[in-house]
């Protein structure tokens, strides 16, 4: 599995980003799929998963009601939609897939990590 983050950028406080996650190698259809962020000298941080049907999710408390979660197994791509963005959400954005294939939070079981796509927003 090969995964692929983008749709990065620089925006202001109250903007909006919409980060893609493409599977350049194989399907992962059938494994959970999840959003990690780490900013400079901080652990790396789960943001959000959502399972192989795409009908359960999660989300960190720090980012509930603002960013969405979704996939599209026939194109093999997971988004983040990032709406109402904060000065703290700045980071850079990495996407993983799990061993599982419900969602979960639980970092140790993710890999197959990309290179993730930088997000700064401004005040």
């Known amino acids: 599995v090969q995964l692929q983050a983008s749709g990065g950028g620089l925006v202001q406080a109250g903007g909006s980003l919409k980060l893609s996650c493409a599977n350049s190698?194989?399907?992962?259809?059938?494994?959970?799929l999840g959003w990690f962020r780490q900013a400079p000298g901080k652990e790396r941080e789960f943001v959000a998963s959502i399972g192989w049907k795409g009908s359960s999710t999660i989300y960190a408390d720090s980012v509930k009601d603002r960013f969405t979660i979704s996939r599209d197994n026939a194109k093999n791509t997971a988004y983040l939609q990032m709406d109402s963005l904060k000065p703290e959400d700045t980071a850079r954005y990495f996407c993983?897939?799990?061993?599982?294939?419900?969602?979960?939070?639980?970092?140790?079981?993710?890999?197959?990590w990309g290179q993730g796509t930088q997000v700064t927003v401004s005040s």
């Open positions: 190698r194989r399907t992962a259809s059938n494994n959970a």
């Open positions: 993983a897939v799990s061993r599982s294939p419900v969602a979960t939070s639980r970092r140790e079981l993710y890999g197959s």
